[in-house]
């Protein structure tokens, strides 16, 4: 059987996964024949580090033309997704997309309609819902363990030094590039939300400030990091010269890194998106969703609850992100607030299992004890791609944990929407789903016909 020719459009942070995972993992099922990048430099170091013959592009349409893949995976930066995508299907290319599928309804709709049209495929990268934890909830739901979804409470904390911070270091940091962390980010967790409920968002409300980064800070003393008089007093201080090492933290493993813009003042006055974020999501079928985003808080994780006509579960993860020196700012005191360890302790530990705590309106409450992968995202990632080379899970899929096109669209949609109801101070209505939605009366009273 002939091997799925691959081509790979972004050679960036997360292109290293997909490569390593190609290379190390599916060579007998797949070979990578091409890798695009305007940064030509970022082609030849990911050949080398891989050992890959594959042609190297700068150029995306004559890397089309050129290398007639089977499967294009577009892991470039998000705003140019949507051309991307497009182009590859009318070249006769399945394609595999990293979140979000794109920036707005109407590179939204160009997607499906071109998908339709060529009669291919996107597989969408939500590797989230293959988190071990999220399947489990997933699957307490459709074993109707709380009954029907009603409400949701979803609040998810990305690190201020590390994770949050990222995204005002690089491309992510302006609206025109990431539709900000609401749809960058929460492409990930929207799109569990529109799994969990089982449902499409119907309209969303929002607010949504810069209070820590960007301008709010007021902390910028040069663009960038390599140019600031502050140096490494700076606590958000990124060395550019030591890139390397950081490259391989960021999980590279390339000797050299060329033109990586990572090191912007994460308190850049251009910086316009936000890191304080709410909103109020309506589902079609009378769910109701209340979600945060919060980018500058001492820890990264998530506690989600679901409020459903037979019961209620909780979860959550909470995950410890040491950045260096961490374990020196960490005080345990005793009830006199008396400093009883300090150095080297540790708040948490990466743990071994979660648990989903599942309280029935009748009956007893139950504990689903769910365990931690090893592997990237949980172990998520390791599924995503066992699914898309191997087909592993994709015959038998009773819960639906494989996303397509529509399924980017919905979870994109609901930041799009965010973000316009964060300007306007309105609520905003999410038709552009509709003419992708099979026809169904709206549970919602005020919607109208
Ligand atoms: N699923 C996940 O968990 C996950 C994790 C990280 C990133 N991502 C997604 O992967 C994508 C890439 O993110 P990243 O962190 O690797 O960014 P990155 O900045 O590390 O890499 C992006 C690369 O794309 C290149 N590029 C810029 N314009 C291009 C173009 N027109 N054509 C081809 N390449 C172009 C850049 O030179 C860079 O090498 C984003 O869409 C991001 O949201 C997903």
Known sequence: MSRMRCAISGIGHRSRTWISEVAKTYSDVAEIIALCDPVPGRCHDMCAAFGLSAEEYSDYDAMLAAARPDLVIVTSPDHVHAGQIVKAFHAGCDVASE????????????????????????????????????????????????????????????????????????WHRLMKN?????????????????????????????????????R????????????????????FYSD????????????????????????RCVFSEDSDIYDTMALLV?????????????????????????????GRLETGITDNKPFPGWQEKFQIVDKKGRTIG??????????????????????????????NLPGGHGGGDYR???????????????????????????????????????????????????RWLPERPSANPDRPA
């Open 384 to 434: 995503i791609f066992n699914a898309l080379f191997r087909k592993a899970g994709t015959a038998d899929d009773r819960i639906g944990v494989f996303a397509g096109a529509l399924d980017g669209m919905a979870s994109m949609m609901i930041g799009w929407g965010a973000n316009r109801s964060a300007r306007t101070g309105l609520p905003v209505r999410l038709d552009a789903l509709d």
């Open 99 to 170: 979140k979000p599928l794109c920036l707005t309804p109407e590179e939204g709709n160009a997607i499906l309609a071109a998908e339709r049209e060529c009669g291919k495929r996107l597989f969408m990268g939500f590797n989230y819902r293959h988190i071990p934890l999220c399947t489990r909830i997933r699957e307490v739901i459709l074993n109707g363990e709380i009954g029907r979804p009603v409400s949701m409470n979803l609040s998810w904390y990305l690190d201020y030094k590390g994770h949050g911070a990222s995204y005002f270091r690089r």
């Open 240 to 263: 550019i010269a030591d890139l390397e090492k950081r490259s391989n933290e960021l999980n590279y493993e390339i000797g050299a890194v060329r033109g990586y813009d990572g090191d």
């Open 216 to 235: 709010a800070g007021g902390k910028m003393h040069a663009a960038r990091c390599r140019e600031c008089s502050e140096g490494p007093a700076c606590e």
């Open 178 to 214: 990431s539709g900000g962390l609401l749809i960058t980010k929460a492409a990930h967790h929207f799109d569990l939300a529109n799994w969990f409920f089982g449902d499409y968002p119907e309209s969303v409300s929002a607010l949504c400030a810069q209070n820590f980064f960007g």
């Open 342 to 371: 300090g150095k080297e302790a540790r708040v948490t530990s990466w743990p071994s299992e979660y648990t989903i705590h599942v309280m029935p309106h009748s009956g007893l409450d139950r504990l689903h004890r769910v365990p």
């Open 282 to 310: 309506r589902y079609r079928n009378g769910g109701i969703l209340s979600y945060t985003l919060d980018a500058s808080v001492p820890f990264e994780g998530w506690n989600l609850a679901i409020n459903g006509t037979k």
